[in-house]
Nanobody, 125 residues
Framework: QVQLVESGGGLVQAGGSLRLSCTGS????????MAWFRQPPGKEREFVAS????????TYTDSAKGRFTISRDNPKNTVYLQMNSLKPEDSAIYYC??????????????????WGQGTRVTVSS
């Protein structure tokens, strides 16, 4: 059974940091694109960041640029999202995803094949 499992969410004050992790099992994702999406309360799921198979390319939504960093550790089949200078509007359920048909940095939800169950991030003001 293929799974992506996120961890690292929690409650943090505005200006603080969190590091999310997502580990895959059941198959290797080392040749595939990986990404983080989020779904704020009452809103649709949205793209946050994606990373190419070897980590050489990354893409970020505008609100994440300069504050968030996506990275991966292929031997561990794990992708990370380091989030700094967090704002209340970053509060959401964060999901990792894998696109097994791509190795670059896709940004569309429909392109991703596997999803984690999500981890909640709450940023207090």
């Amino acid at each position: 059974q293929v799974q992506l499992v996120e961890s690292g969410g929690g409650l943090v004050q505005a200006g603080g940091s969190l590091r999310l992790s997502c580990t895959g099992s059941g198959r290797s994702f080392i040749t595939n694109s990986m990404a983080w999406f989020r779904q704020p309360p009452g809103k649709e799921r949205e793209f946050v960041a994606s990373i190419s198979w070897n980590g050489g390319s990354t893409t970020y939504t505008d609100s994440a640029k300069g504050r968030f960093t996506i990275s991966r550790d292929n031997p561990k089949n794990t992708v990370y999202l380091q989030m700094n200078s967090l704002k209340p509007e970053d509060s959401a359920i964060y999901y990792c995803a894998a696109d097994i048909h791509n190795w670059e940095t896709p940004t569309q939800i429909s392109e991703y094949d596997y999803w984690g169950q999500g981890t909640r991030v709450t940023v207090s003001s």
